[in-house]
């Protein structure tokens, strides 16, 4: 799904199982002589946490329920019936309606005012209904709600959206000259996991907080609602070259679960035009990001893991032992726009985002989670962060961390892995065997550290891959990298083996100086 200033966050398979649970209004739990603070959102969580979980249900028609996407971007909000767009406030809230077979059950949406909680009010009315979905504004009910919203940065630069909070627990944030790409999401339960759903707990009720005239952040609470899980989530929404989200959340589990993935960010990897498959499509690329990167320490310890897409192969869960990790998170790193050559998506001002924790995460595992694809409508990848130590059920775990969006990179230090192409030993007559032909590795590495004298290449494969060329390092000037180039051969994977998982470093005086560039490879002369 394309986004543009028109239309909502990209639909995506991990959508169809909303989860999204009955709410009471927070009027019951406040006087209007009380301010609204964090501690009166726990206290909301945990009454929601010690009751049986159950999920709401939709009284949308079948009318309403079968739009397609096209259609439902048919119903549009009339921007002058916006919260605070009469105030000419630094931000603006916009909704969006009900709709579709993913937008079922509305959000409850209240606004905070000096302190004060009111009701956000629904009018079916503040909609425009174009050419064939007119029969909609008929059917929708009149007490219908919101699915969710979108927010209206008013900086200088004019620019019309900074972030959408829409489906389950999922929401985007735009950085200064970016495009809608890769989302976050307030939790992931027992992703990746074979023979066990996934659940998908949402954001069911939103506090908004007006915001003062000169206000840089917005403030957002929020209540998480899921079958094993509650939460309560302060949000503070930055704009910017680089935008942040700053996430204060408490967790109740309310049963156990296999996996408990927190701060999670899921992405789209289909193909690029360097490696593997290309899906007979005109474009170069097809990614909303190319790869993971993971730092353990401050300019140090950096991992880069590119994404890959092997439709053969079944994928599987990779994993990063650490502690507590300096950031971790999915980069766009190729900018150009003839990389992609999509003029509408614009894959090439797709943000990239970290995350960076702001309390003691203790220890605990980054995992990368790939889905095999062969088209770009399925949201195949996904990182988290995996606790060692699961919280008690019924006890709060406190759970705090800074998403970072931009268009530049989080690492400036440590040289890293620009370009990753990969491709076959050209054959010296037609005689050779073209299905056993070794796999050329090319690795182009940028930054600082790149024109030094005397830089070694430190490469680690497994058993089962033979290195037929050593890597040998050579400084390109036209595009002022360094190639690292080498060779190998792999022993022949079944459709449900794990990858192959090469390691390559630069190194100067023992010294490490780039980033490891982490591999997880299929032969392709494996690959049809």
């Not at 009900?98 to 209240?110: F, I, S």
């Not at 009315?125 to 059917?139: E, I, L, M």
């Not at 005397?454 to 290195?467: A, F, N, T, Y």
């Amino acid at each position: 799904m394309k986004l543009s200033s028109y239309n909502i966050a990209k639909l995506s398979c991990l959508l169809f199982a909303l989860s999204l649970i009955s709410c009471n209004s927070l009027t019951k739990n406040k006087t209007n002589n009380q301010s609204f603070k964090y501690h009166d959102l726990l206290n909301i969580a945990k009454n929601i946490a010690k009751k049986p979980y159950t999920p709401r249900k939709t009284n949308l028609p079948e009318s309403i329920i079968n739009l397609d996407y096209s259609q439902y971007n048919m119903i549009n909000f009339k921007q002058e019936y916006g919260l605070w767009t009469q105030d000419k406030l630094p931000f603006m809230i916009n909704f969006f309606p009900l709709g579709t077979k993913l937008y079922t059950v509305p959000v409850e949406l209240n606004e905070i005012v000096d302190g004060k909680v009111q009701k956000v009010p629904y009018d079916q009315n503040h909609f425009t209904y174009y050419g064939p979905v007119v029969f909609a504004q008929k059917a929708m009910p009149k007490n219908a709600g919101y699915a969710g919203f979108k927010i209206v940065h008013n900086d200088s630069s004019g620019s019309p959206e900074f972030a959408v909070f829409l489906g389950s627990s999922y929401f985007r944030i735009l950085s200064k000259g970016s495009t809608y790409g890769l989302s976050a999401r307030g939790i992931a339960i027992n992703t990746g996991i074979k023979g066990v759903s996934e659940e998908f707990p949402a954001f069911t009720k939103y506090w908004l907080e007006k915001p003062a005239k000169d206000a840089k952040s917005l403030n957002i609470y929020a209540i998480l609602e899921g079958q094993s899980i509650t939460g309560a989530y302060h949000f503070i929404l930055t704009p910017g070259e680089k935008a942040s989200v700053k996430v204060k959340s408490t967790l109740y589990l309310r049963k156990k679960v296999q996996v408990l993935g927190l701060a999670p960010l899921t992405s789209m990897y289909w193909f690029n035009e360097y490696t593997n498959y290309h899906f007979n499509d005109y474009r170069p690329r097809v990614h909303n990001s190319d790869g993971l990167i993971i730092s353990q320490k401050e300019g140090e310890n950096i991992i880069w893991k590119p994404l890959v897409n092997y439709p053969q192969h079944i994928m599987n869960n990779n994993d990063t032992k650490t502690n507590a990790p300096y950031f971790f998170g999915l980069l766009q790193r190729t900018r150009g726009y003839n990389n992609y050559m999509d003029p509408l998506v614009k894959y090439n001002l797709n943000p990239s985002a970290w995350i960076k924790p702001d309390n003691d995460w203790k220890s605990g595992t980054v995992r990368l989670f790939q889905l095999q694809t062969t088209s770009e409508w399925l949201d195949n990848i996904n990182t988290f962060w995996i606790p060692d130590n699961y919280p008690e059920i019924g006890k709060p775990y406190n759970f705090d961390y800074t998403i970072n969006f931009s268009l530049k990179e989080p690492n400036e230090k440590l040289s890293y892995v620009k370009f990753t192409n990969i491709g076959l030993k050209e054959l010296n007559n037609i005689k050779e065997d073209s299905k056993n032909r070794d796999t050329v590795f090319v690795l182009s590495y940028s930054g600082s550290n790149i024109n030094k004298k005397g830089v070694k290449v430190k490469l680690e494969v497994p058993d089962g891959v033979q290195i037929i060329q050593k890597p040998n390092a050579e400084y390109i000037s036209d595009n002022n990298t360094l190639r690292v180039l080498f060779m190998l051969k792999g022993n022949k994977l079944s459709y449900s083996d794990n990858p192959y998982i090469l390691k390559c470093t630069l190194l100067k005086d023992s010294k490490q100086i780039s980033e490891t560039w982490y591999y997880q490879w299929y032969p392709r002369n494996q690959q049809k």
